[in-house]
């Protein structure tokens, strides 16, 4: 019997939901049972509601005209989003998940889509036509410890931080946020915002581990831990270095 449990909510599971990302669901359920801890997870969808309370957020990405579709139905939820984050509940947003998370997203249209405002970024979308960031990407964060990431990346915005937010992760190989200045994502508090599908918990058990931490923090406090972590299967193992190869050989480096 578990004595620890977490409740997380995935936001949109139907329509934000891209390259995989239903993957980091399946990996939170996974790596919580390694660390004996229950895991519940409600889907929200279109005119639903957040439950009362919960531990984790998780939003996944999508292409403008899903965006478009749930850009109303998440600033129903905002301030609801705000409170949670600002009393500590954890969130992961991926791709145009955390595009919607930040202060708005200006599609290649000119359509602005209002965000959460959870990370002090905004994003553009250059005019149709332009390069879009697509391919595997190796990144290394100094977040809790976790060192090198990987994931695949493919949007057309490009997002940039403001002074609010430090970047998750810094590109080795990859386009990152923009392109331009080597950041990749964002972390406000223990909000964790990304460009890298993948999925990505499974290949990066750390970065599971780093959302189940800040999950149980918020539910029993600031002592709270999964004491002794189990190491990362073999399997995650081989898979981030399958990634980060693939990114060294295939993946664009930033002075591209
Ligand atoms: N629509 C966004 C873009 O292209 C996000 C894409 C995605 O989530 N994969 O910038």
Excluded: K
């Amino acid at each position: 019997m578990s004595e620890q449990a977490i409740r997380a909510v995935w936001l949109y599971p139907e329509l934000m939901n891209v390259y995989a990302d239903r993957g980091n669901v399946i990996a939170l359920r996974a790596r919580c049972a390694e660390h004996d801890v229950e895991c519940e997870v409600e889907h929200l969808e279109l005119a639903g509601e957040l439950p009362d309370d919960a531990d984790l957020v998780l939003i996944g990405g999508g292409q403008d005209r899903e965006q478009r579709r749930v850009a109303p139905d998440v600033q129903r939820h905002a301030a609801r989003l705000r409170e949670w984050h600002e009393g500590g509940v954890a969130f992961l947003a991926v791709c145009g998940g955390f595009q919607l998370f930040g202060d708005g997203y200006r599609t290649a249209r000119g359509e602005e889509l209002p965000g959460v405002g959870l990370f002090d970024v905004t994003t553009v979308a250059p005019p149709p036509g332009a390069e879009r960031c697509v391919g595997d990407v190796l990144a290394e964060t100094d977040l809790d410890g976790i060192g090198e990431v990987v994931g695949f990346e493919n949007h057309a915005g490009r997002t940039y931080l403001g002074p609010g937010v430090r970047p998750f992760a810094r590109v080795h190989h990859g386009w990152g946020n923009n392109g331009v200045d080597g950041t990749e994502g964002a972390v406000a508090g223990s909000a964790l915002g990304t460009y890298l599908h993948g999925s990505l918990l499974p290949r990066n058990p750390r970065v599971t581990d780093w959302l189940i931490a800040a999950a149980l923090r918020h539910r029993y406090g600031p002592e709270a831990s999964t004491a002794d972590a189990p190491p990362e299967g073999a399997y995650a193992a081989r898979a981030r270095a399958a990634a980060a190869t693939a990114a060294r050989e295939r993946g664009r480096t930033p002075a591209d």
